[in-house]
Each structure stands twice: as structure tokens, then as C-alpha cells.
């Protein structure tokens, strides 16, 4: 089982619609979750941290973690053309500060 | 958010070669550095923890000899890529940790190809 699981995509949704994004992870003493956006041939950039179980809201972005299921999602309301891009789960590493990531769900906002 | 400048932003080098990649804290001090390797349509797999003033610790399958990592300031990790080869080819990318923080924060990224 891999540490840190997405689903590739690709996910498709029409503009304006809410696109959701899901990550499980298989350690479960994790503690720190992270979703980052990247688009092609850039690296990635952070777009919300999330350490408590529960929702965490960031303007149109919503994390949502469950520690008890190892589920952490990402919720995009109004999504827009520009969100297109490969979403990236992040989970720290139990030993060390470095990061484990998913393979990233490819998403699409189609106009 | 933290400012992490990583050059250059692509290099082409001749088989054999070696190639070093920058990687700097702009705006803070990070004791912790790390060295990411992303292949195309994989995830990024973590290469080596570059820690100010010691030695790299390298991931399960990274040759140290091949992938010199060197963190002699607090804003400034170099990786060299020593007698590359073209499946060297990839997208090298780094980040830095913001004190006790434990967001990442990346540079632009390397895209390097060995022919």
C-alpha cells in the first residue's frame, strides 16, 4: 500500500461547480496534512495546511481531514478555468520534517 | 509565505557531465532543506534531507556519491548531479522548511536533460 493514495483523474467539472478532491493516507500517527496545486512544468505551491480533525475553510478552499478514516480532502467552490491543474496531497513523514506526497489529481474546470 | 529561489531553471548537459542545481531561502534562515525528484506524471519522490553545517541523508536507493548535496549556509543547498546520465532526466525540485513550521515551500524547479 502506498503512503499516500489520489486518485489520478482525471476530474472534470464545469465552471463554477464545487470539484472535490480525495487523499487516504496509511500512517495513521500523521499528524500534518498539506494540499498543494501544480501546474504543468511549475513546481508546487501550498494552498492549505490542516493539522485538526474537522473542516478548515481558505476562501473558496475547504480542507477536510478525518484522522480516524486517514481521509483528507480538498473542496474548490466556484471553480474556476484557472484551478485547472494537478492537485497534490502531502503528508509529513513521521520521523524527519520532509514530506510524503500523492501522485496528484489531474483536475479540470471546463468553461 | 516563504520566498525559495532554485537555479537554474533548466539545464541541458552532455552525458558524463555534472550539473549543480542552487537552491536559497530569500527571506528566512532554513536549517532544513530537501531535494525532490519528479519524473513525468509521478508524484515527487524525496531524494535527500539537506541539514545545515552536516551531511545529507539520503533516501532508500539514492546513490550519495551521484547526487552530492552540499547546505553550507542556512539559506543555501546545492545539489550536483555527478556524471549524468540521460535517465537523470528529470524535473528537480527543492524546498525549505520555515523554521519550526513544517509547511514546504518549493523552488521554481530545475527541469534537467542529459543528452
Known amino acids: 500500500q502506498k503512503e499516500v493514495e489520489q486518485n489520478s483523474g482525471p476530474l472534470s467539472v464545469p465552471e463554477g461547480a464545487i470539484a472535490s478532491l480525495n487523499c487516504t493516507y496509511s500512517d495513521r500517527v500523521s499528524q500534518s496534512f498539506f494540499w498543494y496545486r501544480q501546474y504543468s512544468g511549475k513546481s508546487p505551491e501550498l494552498i492549505m495546511s490542516?493539522?485538526?480533525?474537522g473542516d478548515k475553510e481558505d476562501g473558496r478552499f475547504t480542507a477536510q481531514l478525518n484522522k480516524a478514516s486517514q481521509y483528507v480532502s480538498l473542496l474548490i467552490r466556484d471553480s474556476q478555468p484557472s484551478d485547472s491543474a494537478t492537485y497534490l496531497c502531502?503528508?509529513?513523514?513521521?520521523?524527519?520534517?520532509?514530506?510524503?506526497f500523492g501522485k496528484g489529481t489531474s483536475l479540470l474546470v471546463t468553461p | 509565505g516563504a520566498v525559495v529561489s532554485q537555479h537554474p531553471s533548466r539545464v541541458i548537459c552532455k552525458s558524463g557531465t555534472s550539473v549543480k542545481i542552487e537552491c536559497r531561502s530569500l527571506d528566512f534562515q532554513a536549517t532544513t532543506m530537501f531535494w525532490y525528484r519528479q519524473f513525468p506524471k509521478q508524484s515527487l519522490m524525496l531524494m535527500a534531507t539537506?541539514?545545515?553545517?552536516?551531511?545529507?541523508?539520503?533516501e532508500q536507493g539514492v546513490e550519495k556519491d551521484k547526487f552530492l548535496i552540499n547546505h553550507a549556509s542556512l539559506t543555501l543547498s546545492t545539489l550536483t548531479v555527478t556524471s549524468a546520465h540521460p535517465e537523470d532526466s528529470s524535473f528537480y525540485i527543492c524546498?525549505?522548511?520555515?523554521?519550526?513550521?513544517?509547511?514546504?515551500?518549493f523552488g521554481q524547479g530545475t527541469r534537467l536533460t542529459v543528452v
Open positions: 502531502a503528508v509529513k513523514k513521521n520521523s524527519g520534517y520532509a514530506l510524503n
Open positions: 490542516i493539522y485538526s480533525n
Open positions: 539537506s541539514n545545515e553545517g552536516s551531511k545529507a541523508t539520503y
Open positions: 524546498s525549505a522548511r520555515k523554521g519550526a513550521d513544517t509547511e514546504a515551500f
